[in-house]
């Protein structure tokens, strides 16, 4: 089965800008949706960007359209999150999720398989 691996997090200010990388092992990525989801504590976990396993359909969260991107090089077997624009309210854990055949759900039943987190932390 597919192990997946997030990096990239750290400590950002407001405004800034850092990029997440979620790399799959065990298995070709290129068949696999992926979204990129986060908890926040005290918080529901939510879905913040997807894509699906052709890379044709792409969702965004209305809180983070215009500033996050998702892209995936599938020859690199991994998937990036490019996050713009920082804000404080984007501090969370943020993880990569993958299903085989998937169309970009932003559900998380929709995913069986995940990595284990990379926290992001953005101050004012």
């Known amino acids: 089965q597919v192990q997946l691996v997030e990096s990239g997090g750290g400590l950002v200010q407001a405004g800034g800008s850092l990029r997440l990388s979620c790399a799959a092992s065990?298995?070709?990525?290129?068949?696999?949706?992926v979204a990129w989801f986060r908890q926040a504590p005290g918080k529901e976990r939510e879905c913040v960007a997807s894509?699906?396993?052709?890379?044709?359909?792409?969702n965004y969260a209305d809180s983070v359209k215009g500033r996050f991107t998702i892209s995936r090089d599938n020859a690199k077997n991994t998937v990036y999150l490019q996050m713009n624009s920082l804000k404080p309210e984007d501090t969370a854990v943020y993880y990569c999720a993958a299903e085989i055949g998937g169309l970009g759900s932003v559900i998380k039943s929709s995913y069986r398989f995940w990595g284990q987190g990379t926290q992001v932390t953005v101050s004012s």
């Open positions: 894509i699906s396993w052709s890379g044709g359909n792409t």
């Open positions: 065990g298995r070709a990525l290129k068949s696999y949706a």
